[in-house]
C-alpha cells in the first residue's frame, strides 16, 4: 500500500534545481545574484497537513488520557528510534559507520530545522510503512514538504548550499524516496536526490575534506553514488571519482584495508564504465571484462585476513536458508563490502554473456570460435552460480538467523587473526532470532545484490522465491517499499519467464519498456 501524496509540480521544480546546481563551478568566486536559482513551486494546503504535537490541557490530578500520553513517547520520537535501530551503525572493527553522524548532529544544541525536518520526514516514512500507518504516513509527507522547502530557500545561496546540513537534507530526502518507492518509475525520483547531493558535493569541492564530518558524509555517500550506479546501469556523476581521489590521501585506512578498498573503488568503476560501453566490438567487451575480473582477484591479496569469512556447510537442509551453505562474518559491514564484490562480478559477468551472444549470433561469420563460446560461456555461468550463491549465504548473518560475534571475540580475532579460533556452528533460526535491537540491522544494503542474484536467469524458480520471501521480510522488518517493489518485479519474472537485463539503466526506461528489456 502506497501513501504517497507529493505534487508534480514540486517534483519538476526540485529537477530543475539540482540540474542548474550541478551546473555551479566550484572553483571560481560568483556573486550572489549569480547563484540565484528559479523558484520551485508548491502546493501550500498540501505543506499545511502538518501534524504538530498533541498538547493534553493541563488538570490538577491526572486523567487517563494524560497519564498515556505522558509515558508514551511522540510518534516522531518513536520514528527516530525505528531509523536508528535499522540503519544508524557506529564503526566497531572497521572503522566506517552508517549515519552515525545524524545522532551527533541531532544531540547539538542548535541543530537547524532543514536537518531536523529531513530526517523525521525519512525516519516517519520508514516507520510508517513498518506499521502499516496511513496516519503517520501522512506526517511523513508534511515532514517532507517542509523539508523540501527549506532545501529550496538554501541552495539559492552558495554559502548556504555548501553547508553539512543541506547536504544532509538531500541525502535524507533520497532516503525518504527510497522509503516510499511506489513502482519502477520511483527509482527516478531516488537518482534525482543522488544527482542533487553529488552536485553538492562537487560545489562544496575540496575544501569539504577539512572537517571530520565532511570526510566521512562524502566517503559514505560515494559508496551509494557508486552502488547506485552499479544497480541502476547509471554513469557515476561526473567529478565524484575526482574528489574521491583528492579525499583519499586524508583517510587513515592504512591499518584496515585502505590500499584494497581503494583498488576495490577503482575496480568498481571499471565496471561500471564497461556496463555503459556500448560502442566496442563484443570481443575486446569480453576481454576488457575478464581482465577486470582477474583484476579483483588480485586485489584480494591486499584484504587484511580480518575481512575474510568462515563458510559453513549445513549438515542437514534447511526451512529458512536456501542451499547448503551460510557465511560468518567479523562485522556487517565486512559482509556489505563482500557484497559490493559479489555485485560487481554479477555486472561483469552479464556483460561477458551478453557479448558473447552478440559475437556468436549477431555476427557472420561470428567473432567467436565454436570452442571459444562454448568455453567462456561454461565458465560465466559457473561464475554466475557461484557469486549468486555467495550472495544468498551472507542473508543468514545478515537477517538475524545466525548471530554476529560479540564485540569482545571480533576484536579479539581482528587483533590477532592467526589465533585460530573456530568459527562455531549454528542452527538456522527464522530472520530476525538474533537481531540486535540495539545495532543496525544492515539490511539495507542486501536488497540490491539479492535481487541482483534472484533475477538471474540461470537460477531456479525455488531459489527466486525464497529471495522473494526474503525482500518482503526485509521491506516490513526496516520499513522501505524499495524491496517490495523490487520482489514484485521478481514474481513477475517467474509468471512470465521474461528476465530483465541485470544492470540495465532503469532510469530511462519506460514502464511499457520494461518487459522488453531481456
Given at each position: 500500500m502506497m501513501f504517497k501524496n507529493e505534487s508534480e509540480v514540486v517534483a519538476k521544480k526540485a529537477e530543475k534545481r539540482y540540474e542548474k546546481l550541478a551546473k555551479q563551478n566550484p572553483a571560481p568566486k560568483k556573486k550572489e545574484a549569480e547563484l540565484d536559482f528559479s523558484e520551485w513551486s508548491f502546493n501550500r494546503d498540501w505543506l499545511s497537513t502538518r501534524t504538530g504535537t498533541y498538547v493534553v490541557p493541563y488538570t490538577r490530578y491526572p486523567t487517563p488520557e494524560s497519564m498515556t500520553r505522558e509515558i508514551v513517547p511522540s510518534i516522531e520520537d518513536q520514528a527516530l528510534g525505528f531509523f536508528i535501530g535499522n540503519y544508524v551503525a557506529q564503526p566497531t572493527i572497521v572503522p566506517r559507520g552508517q549515519f552515525e553522524w545524524v545522532m551527533e548532529l541531532l544531540a547539538e544544541p542548535d541543530t537547524e530545522d532543514i536537518l531536523r525536518s529531513s530526517?523525521?520526514?525519512?525516519?516517519?516514512?520508514?516507520?510508517?510503512?513498518?506499521?502499516?500507518?496511513?496516519?503517520?504516513?501522512?506526517?511523513?509527507?508534511?515532514?517532507?514538504?517542509?523539508?523540501?522547502?527549506?532545501?529550496?530557500?538554501?541552495?539559492?545561496?552558495?554559502?548556504?548550499?555548501?553547508?553539512?546540513?543541506?547536504?544532509?537534507?538531500?541525502?535524507?530526502?533520497?532516503?525518504?524516496?527510497?522509503?516510499v518507492f511506489q513502482d519502477r518509475r520511483s527509482i527516478q525520483a531516488w537518482a534525482k536526490h543522488v544527482d542533487g547531493a553529488c552536485a553538492l558535493l562537487n560545489l562544496r569541492g575540496k575544501d569539504q575534506f577539512q572537517s571530520n564530518l565532511g570526510r566521512r558524509l562524502f566517503h559514505q555517500f560515494y559508496g551509494v553514488v557508486l552502488l547506485v550506479a552499479l544497480e541502476t546501469g547509471r554513469a557515476v556523476h561526473p567529478g565524484m571519482h575526482e574528489l574521491y581521489q583528492i579525499m583519499t590521501p586524508t583517510s587513515n585506512y592504512s591499518v584496515h584495508g585502505r590500499q584494497w578498498t581503494t583498488r576495490l573503488i577503482g575496480v568498481m568503476h571499471s565496471a561500471i564504465n564497461l556496463n555503459k560501453d556500448k560502442d566496442t566490438d563484443p570481443k575486446t567487451m569480453v576481454e576488457i571484462a575478464l581482465k577486470i575480473d582477474h583484476e579483483m582477484d588480485e586485489i584480494k591479496e591486499l584484504m587484511p585476513?580480518?575481512?575474510?569469512?568462515?563458510?559453513?556447510?549445513?549438515?542437514?537442509?534447511?526451512?529458512?536458508?536456501?542451499?547448503?551453505?551460510?557465511?560468518?562474518?567479523?562485522?556487517?559491514?565486512?559482509?556489505?563490502?563482500?557484497?559490493?564484490?559479489?555485485?560487481?562480478?554479477?555486472?561483469?559477468?552479464?556483460?561477458?554473456?551478453?557479448?558473447?551472444?552478440?559475437?556468436?549470433?549477431?555476427?557472420?561469420?561470428?567473432?567467436?570460435?565454436?570452442?571459444?563460446?562454448?568455453?567462456?560461456?561454461?565458465?560465466?555461468?559457473?561464475?554466475?552460480?557461484?557469486?549468486?550463491?555467495?550472495?544468498?549465504?551472507?542473508?543468514?548473518?545478515?537477517?538475524?538467523?545466525?548471530?554476529?560475534?560479540d564485540l569482545s571475540t571480533a576484536k579479539r580475532r581482528a587483533s590477532d587473526p592467526s589465533v585460530g579460533?573456530?568459527?562455531?556452528?549454528?542452527?538456522?533460526?527464522?530472520?530476525g532470532t538474533y537481531l540486535d535491537v540495539s545495532k543496525s540491522t544492515h539490511m539495507v544494503h542486501l536488497i540490491w545484490p539479492l535481487y541482483a542474484a534472484a533475477q538471474i536467469d540461470l537460477v531456479s524458480p525455488e531459489?527466486?522465491?525464497?529471495?522473494?520471501?526474503?525482500?518482503?521480510?526485509?521491506?516490513?522488518?526496516?520499513?522501505?517499499?524499495?524491496?517490495?517493489?523490487?520482489?514484485d518485479e521478481l514474481k513477475d519474472m517467474q509468471r512470465t519467464g521474461l528476465f530483465t537485463t541485470p544492470f540495465v539503466d532503469r532510469t530511462t526506461l519506460k514502464i511499457s519498456d520494461w518487459s522488453q528489456a531481456t
Open positions: 530526517v523525521h520526514a525519512a525516519s516517519l516514512a520508514g516507520f510508517a510503512n513498518a506499521t502499516k500507518s496511513p496516519t503517520i504516513m501522512q506526517q511523513a509527507q508534511a515532514a517532507y514538504g517542509s523539508a523540501l522547502r527549506m532545501t529550496n530557500d538554501a541552495l539559492r545561496v552558495k554559502e548556504t548550499a555548501i553547508k553539512d546540513s543541506t547536504l544532509i537534507a538531500v541525502i535524507m530526502l533520497g532516503m525518504y524516496e527510497n522509503f585476513r580480518i575481512w575474510d569469512y568462515d563458510v559453513i556447510h549445513l549438515d542437514q537442509p534447511s526451512q529458512h536458508q536456501y542451499g547448503g551453505t551460510y557465511h560468518i562474518y567479523l562485522d556487517p559491514w565486512i559482509a556489505q563490502m563482500w557484497n559490493n564484490v559479489n555485485s560487481c562480478r554479477l555486472c561483469l559477468y552479464k556483460v561477458v554473456r551478453e557479448n558473447l551472444t552478440k559475437g556468436w549470433m549477431w555476427h557472420s561469420p561470428p567473432i567467436f570460435s565454436s570452442t571459444e563460446y562454448e568455453s567462456l560461456k561454461t565458465i560465466a555461468q559457473a561464475v554466475l552460480h557461484a557469486t549468486s550463491t555467495a550472495i544468498i549465504a551472507s542473508v543468514p548473518q545478515i537477517t538475524g538467523m545466525i548471530p554476529f560475534p579460533e573456530g568459527a562455531p556452528v549454528y542452527t538456522i533460526q527464522p530472520p531459489m527466486r522465491q525464497w529471495c522473494i520471501d526474503i525482500l518482503h521480510y526485509v521491506a516490513l522488518r526496516i520499513g522501505t517499499r524499495q524491496a517490495v517493489v523490487l520482489a
